[in-house]
């Protein structure tokens, strides 16, 4: 079956960077998107970005343009997100998540397949 594997998830000060990473396997379509969403105490899991693995085209939400990029490594079939400047805000758990669509899309409900989880953990 689909398995997405978070891993790189940390307790940073205000400030630093972390990356985050995504393996994947057991996808039978060739070229899925993958996204990175995340999820804070009593808050909805939120798109942050997604990258469609067919032609490494990326995208990003308005609130964290700039300061978060995702790429991918085709052989390892592992996708990343580079968080820079963490801050406290932008504590949650982070997942990754895919679908059977080379199109990105901005909606949870479009992601059939999703990882366990990695925290992130920013303090002030």
């Known amino acids: 079956e689909v398995q997405l594997v978070e891993s790189g998830g940390n307790l940073v000060q205000a400030g630093e960077s972390l990356r985050l990473s995504c393996a994947a396997s057991?996808?039978?379509?060739?070229?899925?998107?993958i996204g990175w969403f995340r999820q804070a105490p009593g808050k909805e899991r939120e798109l942050l970005s997604c990258i469609s693995t067919s032609d490494g085209s990326t995208y990003y939400v308005d609130s964290v343009k700039g300061r978060l990029t995702i790429s991918m490594d085709n052989a390892k079939k592992t996708v990343y997100l580079k968080m820079n400047s963490l801050k406290p805000e932008d504590t949650a758990v982070y997942y990754c998540?895919?679908?059977?669509?080379?199109?990105?899309?901005?909606?949870?409900?479009?992601?059939?397949?999703w990882g366990q989880g990695t925290q992130v953990t920013v303090s002030s």
């Open positions: 057991g996808f039978t379509f060739d070229d899925p998107a």
């Open positions: 998540a895919g679908r059977s669509r080379e199109v990105c899309s901005w909606y949870v409900e479009a992601y059939e397949y």
